[in-house]
């Protein structure tokens, strides 16, 4: 579609798609549920530039993110559905433009992003939070970080909304890991000398300790050799 639009001179057109690639491929995150700060904000612009192809223009999208945390990372899509309720619920039913500012920092262990608008603003702060990807935002903040993480909302009729989000600056560690305990040599097996000596012979036969003769087919496929007809 990009080199369609290109070869028609279709210059909206292929930015458009290229946008939607771009963003397609952020979305995606190789499968990952934790993101780059840089990666989340940049898929965010990608986000409202194509908002703005649909609706002329409309919206800013101001951001001011410090450096320090920007290759810290955060879980996908953490950003997104109150970007779109500040748009749809925020700016649309506003008469002329509308700024949405996107700032993030970090205090002590916690990075702390504010999302706020010049919009129309909101009296019933349940139309916020009991949306269905705000709510999804919401719970996996607290699954994946803890309870005393997650999101307040700040509106008034006139005046805006502002949205605020702690997360901590570093990933929580997983729960239980690969638990690696010493090597142990099979019980069975007879382990002899070196190669040369009767026991390396002995033990290409798989020849067993404690356990008696095992039947041919065993002692061939140790010894790697094939095994015999059946």
Not at 63 to 71: K, M, Y
Not at 115 to 129: H, N, P, T, Y
Not at 164 to 170: A, K
Request: one cysteine or more; hydrophobic letters at 35%.
């Amino acid at each position: 579609l990009y080199f369609v639009a290109i070869m028609h001179g279709d210059d909206q057109m292929a930015e458009m798609v290229e946008a939607l690639s771009d963003n397609f491929k952020l979305a995606l995150n190789n499968g990952s549920k934790y993101i780059k700060v840089a990666d989340s904000v940049k898929w965010m612009q990608g986000y409202m530039k194509l908002q703005n192809m649909r609706y002329n223009n409309r919206f800013e999208l101001f951001v001011d993110i410090s450096r320090e945390i920007l290759q810290r990372e955060t879980i996908t899509f953490i950003f997104q559905p109150f970007i779109e309720n500040a748009m749809y619920h925020g700016l649309e039913p506003k008469i002329g433009k509308g700024k949405i500012s996107l700032r993030g920092w970090q205090e002590q262990n916690n990075m702390i992003f504010t999302i706020e608008d010049d919009g129309v603003g909101i009296d019933d702060m349940s139309r916020l939070e009991n949306g269905y990807g705000v709510r999804n935002v919401i719970e996996r903040i607290k699954l994946n970080y803890g309870e005393k993480y997650g999101v307040t909302f700040e509106s008034s009729p006139g005046n805006g909304t502002k949205v605020t989000i702690v997360v901590p600056v570093s990933r929580p560690a997983p729960a239980g890991g690969v638990r690696r305990g010493p090597c142990r040599r099979r019980r069975d097996v007879y382990h002899g000398p070196a190669a040369g000596g009767k026991g390396h012979e002995d033990r290409r036969r798989g020849t067993l300790r404690d356990r008696g003769d095992p039947p041919r087919r065993l002692l061939r496929e140790y010894a790697g050799q094939p095994p015999l007809p059946a």
